[in-house]
Structures are given as C-alpha cells and as structure tokens.
C-alpha cells in the first residue's frame, strides 16, 4: 500500500489566503520531509521533522506532525503567486539495513495561488 | 545542504537506444539515490547507489534494464537501456538523507523516448 497520501490533491487560492496540506502514512517513521516541485523540475527541499517532534516553522511554512494520528500537515501563511507548486511529502522509515535512507513520497499536492 | 548537478538536464531519444544520465554531488556523501517520476506522478525509488558495490534495486526496476555506477563519494551515473516510450520521465538522483538527515534532489533529467 501507499505510504504517504497527501490531500488534497488540488488547491487553489487567492494570493494573501493560506494553503494547508495533509498527508498520511501508515508505518512508523524516522522522519517525515516536504519538498516543492516547480513545473516537473526537481524538488526543493522545504523542511524536515523528526518523529520525536510536534511541530516545525521556517518563514512562512509550519509543519506538524501527528504520530499516533501518522499525519502531517504543512501550512503555508500569506500565500503568493510565486507559491504556485506541487508539494510532496516524503517519509523515511524507522529503522537501518536497506531501508536507511529511503524516502517514500506520496502522490503530491498542486498548488495554485492566484494574483 | 549538498548542491547536486545532472546531465543532461533533458534529452529525446529513439526507441532501443540507451541514454547515461550522470549525478554530480559537491561533497561527499554516503548515500545516493535515483528515482523515477513518470508524467503527472510522484516519485518512485528506483536504487540506491552504493560506492564501491552493486546497487540495491527496489521491487519492479533490475540491473539489466538501469545499471548504475558509483565510482566514488561525489559522483553516479543511471543508465536507461533499450528504451522505450514507457520509459518516457523525469529521473532524479538525491543525496544525502538517513537519520534525521536532509535528502536533497537534484534537477533532474527529461527523458522523452520516441
């Protein structure tokens, strides 16, 4: 089965609103990670939370994650034009031997802010 | 965080050729990795890049079909042999990541196979 659904699939907003994204998982993880796709180029790495933590700020991202729920959510405040992207989650499993550094990504958010 | 080249950035081909794709990391590390990003999907791993031993090909991908190399801490190369349209995507290598360590993508590869 699919490790990290995200939701939802699509958004769309107007500039200055915030966007707030979910994703699911279902084994335990090490870390959950998010990442912005710009027009099918590669990903940017946005931030990372580790499974001992609640919750994760950069400028204007926050990020939480909930374990016992294994869901995560970013939130993008005071959106902007420029913010236009898939969003992906990514999670890397508990655990060494070949799962070390995997990431599992799930299907991906589209992001639309308008003017 | 590690800044990651590839080449080349996109390519056409023609049915039953192979294409090399190279992955350049400026530092060293000990993991890299190449996925998949088929048109309007997500990621899928494809392999990890070991250095100094095979690569660890994940379930639906074999050797035969993308072998890898990793020579050293910096550098990868994929391959895409025999192509196909199926094989049409977007390939990426990362590097970095296990632990609580940041796995950092580079800016991938357009294959389009004709």
């Known amino acids: 089965s699919q490790q990290g659904e995200e939701d939802p699939q699509a958004l769309s907003i107007q500039e200055g609103e915030n966007a707030t994204m979910n994703c699911s998982y279902k084994?335990?993880?090490?870390?959950l990670q998010w990442y912005r796709q710009n027009s099918g180029r590669g990903l940017v790495h946005l931030i990372l939370?580790?499974?001992?933590?609640r919750e994760k700020h950069s400028g204007r991202l926050r990020v939480t994650l909930d374990t016992s729920k294994k869901s995560s959510s970013l939130l993008i405040t005071a959106s902007r034009a420029a913010d236009t992207a898939s969003y992906f989650c990514?999670?890397?499993?508990?655990?060494?031997?070949?799962?070390?550094?995997?990431?599992?990504f799930g299907q991906g958010t589209i992001l639309t802010v308008h003017p | 965080s590690a800044v990651i080249s590839q080449k080349p950035s996109r390519d056409i081909c023609q049915r039953g050729t192979s294409l090399t794709i190279q992955c350049q990391v400026d530092?060293?590390?000990?993991?890299m990795f190449w996925y998949r990003q088929q048109p309007g999907q997500s990621l899928t791993l494809i392999a990890t890049?070991?250095?100094?031993?095979?690569?660890?090909?994940e379930s639906g991908f074999v050797i035969d079909k993308f072998p890898i190399s990793r020579p050293n801490l910096t550098f990868s190369t994929l391959t895409v042999s025999n192509m196909s349209p199926e094989d049409s995507s977007i390939y990426l290598c990362?590097?970095?990541?296990?632990?609580?360590?940041?796995?950092?993508f580079g800016p991938g590869t357009r294959l389009t196979v004709l």
């Open positions: 990362s590097a970095g990541g296990g632990g609580t360590n940041e796995q950092f």
């Open positions: 939370i580790r499974s001992n933590e």
């Open positions: 530092s060293q590390v000990t993991m």
């Open positions: 084994t335990s993880i090490n870390n």
């Open positions: 990514a999670t890397a499993l508990r655990g060494g031997g070949t799962s070390y550094g995997k990431l599992t």
């Open positions: 890049a070991n250095q100094g031993s095979e690569a660890t090909y």
